[in-house]
């Protein structure tokens, strides 16, 4: 219709009639175009409001996910180290009770039960830190392996009273040794056996055994490859019935491929000539003493299990095996 109009102005050319009707026409339609925009405009700024407060939500949920299932991933790998340290340390002590006994029998059940400690070790080092299923199940092992070892310490404690009450016996027998010759006769077989426990009793015990590789800085590394210096510490535990004076200490350590480190020096284990990597005297008092030795590489280190293995007194008095990559 406003187009129209402005053709008959035209045609009746009254320009200053049509010029005020075009003016009045253009206002109505901007009027009418600004009303249409804004109830257009307000409801779609309305909805892209709502649009990104529901991203940003999305995001933030999302974002809150990840950090719990980051978290719940710390705590995984945290419990299986923590369980790994103990499957290794059922082991060590696995190996520490055999040299403290000398009941075939018990060394027997403790073996198969150590066996059965680094079979399980090596399933928790394969699994995933996320196996649920796996690692529940590793657990339940590791509490049966408690209470098991938990048993062979009473047992092993119950059997070191007795070689104690049997030592104190043995000394009570000797001060009567002139006024009971009958009795000693009698007491010669019981003698004997006392005598082998006392002896068990008063070997030395090599506990801690620790190895770390060395740089040429003389700081601590994993890679076996770039060692410069090995060194074992451990401690030579504290022992009353162990006589006094100077010991003799002998650390062997063999490589992945089965050999030795050695610089040609051998003793004597078993009635057989052994190589040792490292020798030390130390002055023994009977208290717990901490041993420290070194070994300077100077040949190439495979990437595998080494075995440390510590003697004194022509005994192995501890053992222990150390993977390096």
């Not at 104690?164 to 007491?187: D, F, H, K, S």
Request: positive net charge; charged residues 25%; hydrophobic residues 35%.
């Amino acid at each position: 219709m406003f187009y129209i109009r402005i053709l008959l102005c035209r045609f009746t050319k009254k320009n200053y009639f049509c010029t005020n009707i075009f003016k009045f026409y253009r206002l109505h339609e901007l009027i009418i175009t600004g009303v249409m925009k804004k109830k257009i405009l307000i409801p779609l700024l309305l909805i892209l409001l709502l649009l990104m407060s529901g991203v940003g939500y999305l995001y933030y949920n999302l974002d809150q996910q990840k950090k719990v299932n980051q978290d719940m991933q710390e705590l995984a790998e945290l419990d299986k180290k923590e369980m790994q340290n103990e499957y290794e340390q059922f082991a060590r002590q696995y190996s520490e009770m055999k040299t403290q006994i000398n009941n075939d029998s018990i060394i027997a059940q403790l073996t198969q039960e150590q066996l059965r400690t680094q079979q399980l070790l090596k399933e928790l080092r394969e699994v995933k830190a996320n196996d649920a299923r796996e690692i529940t199940r590793l657990k339940k092992e590791l509490a049966t392996c408690r209470a098991v070892i938990r048993s062979y310490v009473l047992e092993i404690d119950s059997l070191n009273r007795l070689n104690e009450n049997l030592a104190a016996e043995n000394t009570r027998v000797r001060g009567q040794y002139e006024e009971a010759t009958r009795q000693i006769e009698n007491l010669n077989t019981e003698k004997t056996s006392l005598s082998e426990k006392v002896a068990i009793a008063a070997q030395l015990d090599a506990t801690g055994i620790s190895m770390s590789l060395k740089d040429k800085k003389g700081k601590n590394i994993t890679k076996v490859d770039k060692a410069k210096n090995i060194q074992i510490n451990f401690n030579i535990a504290k022992n009353v019935t162990a006589g006094n004076g100077i010991r003799t200490l002998y650390v062997r350590i063999m490589t992945p491929t089965g050999g030795v480190l050695t610089n040609g020096g051998t003793f004597t284990y078993e009635n057989k000539s052994l190589q040792y990597s490292m020798k030390k005297g130390i002055e023994y008092t009977g208290n717990e003493t901490p041993v420290s030795m070194y070994w300077d590489v100077a040949e190439f280190l495979s990437a595998g299990t080494y075995k440390v293995s510590v003697f004194a007194d022509g005994q192995m008095i501890g053992s222990r095996s150390f993977t390096f990559n």
